[in-house]
């Protein structure tokens, strides 16, 4: 059956008549705005602690990114279009539970449990409305777009403490292996290293975990734009979660090697407090030979015999 011919199909079988491709995006964005006005409080709560906290500062951009990735990929995502009113109904059934949850029991919990809470319910809303407006075949196309949405969602307070704490732990594991293979005598002490001129803690504000999680998103993005096979995707994203401990132990022993044997003032000054833009690309130069040898050995498979 001809392209042009099934889309025709899908549409009188399954869906209303919802028009073009743009009249449907329309209608979605709608649908998105109606939703947010619906849980305003919990945006604005969202928007407010995304731009207040620095380890949630990329939380606003994820549905900006969202949106740039259905765009990009609009041709395939679209290509035929319909309207799953089964998968609308359970997405919509969901995110509509858990924002009641989120208002009767989120009393109870922390106001950061809580957001988390209402934002997966607000974001399985938006995917309700996508399977309704635009059907199946746009669904499963937009699986990498729809997933990559979820990176929106607040971290809640005990999957925050514990990613922090293995940060932290991760870190000061690598600081003292690049200590022990400098020569330079240190005394460990649990997360404190005593040098002959400072002492230094791997502190939370150490952990590096807003670098951290850019680093890993952009492993993600770049995964899925330049390899086509999905256990050479998790190979990069693995190696982007090492990447990100890894990059944090080399800038605590550069610093506190530049405070022991030049100035003290590197452990306050700006390479300390702005310096983490410099090891962000150093973790990313870490990634690029990997990034090449599994796109070099993903077109020789591909290649005709």
Avoid at 20 to 36: D, E, N, P
Wanted: net charge positive.
């Amino acid at each position: 059956m001809p392209p042009q011919t099934l889309q025709t199909t899908l549409q009188s079988e399954n869906s209303p008549p919802l028009g073009s491709l743009s009249q449907r995006v329309l209608f979605y964005v709608g649908w998105i705005i109606v939703t947010g006005l619906i849980f305003l409080h919990p945006v604005t709560a969202f928007v407010t602690y995304s731009l207040a906290n620095d380890n949630a500062s990329h939380l606003v951009l994820i549905p900006l990114i969202t949106a740039w990735l259905l765009y990009l990929e609009r041709d395939r995502i679209f290509k035929l279009l319909a309207s799953d009113r089964r998968s609308a109904s359970l997405f919509f059934a969901t995110g509509s539970a858990l924002a009641l949850l989120g208002f009767f029991a989120g009393r109870h919990w922390s106001a950061l449990n809580q957001l988390s809470v209402y934002v997966l319910g607000l974001i399985l809303l938006w995917i309700a409305g996508f399977a309704f407006f635009f059907g199946r075949p746009a669904l499963q196309g937009a699986r990498f777009p729809l997933s990559f949405l979820l990176l929106t969602i607040p971290i809640p307070d005990v999957l925050l403490d514990k990613s922090i704490y293995l940060l932290q732990k991760g870190s000061a594991e690598i600081a003292a292996v690049l200590f022990d293979w400098s020569g330079v005598p240190v005394l460990r002490d649990g997360f404190v290293f005593h040098l002959a001129h400072v002492n230094i803690e791997v502190a939370r504000e150490c952990s590096g975990i807003r670098s951290s999680l850019a680093l890993l998103i952009l492993a993600i993005l770049v995964a899925h734009f330049y390899l086509d096979t999905f256990w050479k995707q998790a190979v990069l994203v693995i190696a982007g979660l090492f990447v990100m401990i890894l990059k944090n132990g080399i800038r605590i022993v550069t610093l506190t090697l530049l405070a022991s044997y030049v100035d003290p003032a590197f452990l306050y000054g700006r390479l300390h407090r702005q310096g983490g833009v410099v090891f962000f690309l150093l973790g990313l130069l870490m990634l690029a030979p990997l990034l090449w040898f599994l796109g070099r050995s993903e077109a020789k498979e591909i290649a005709p015999g």
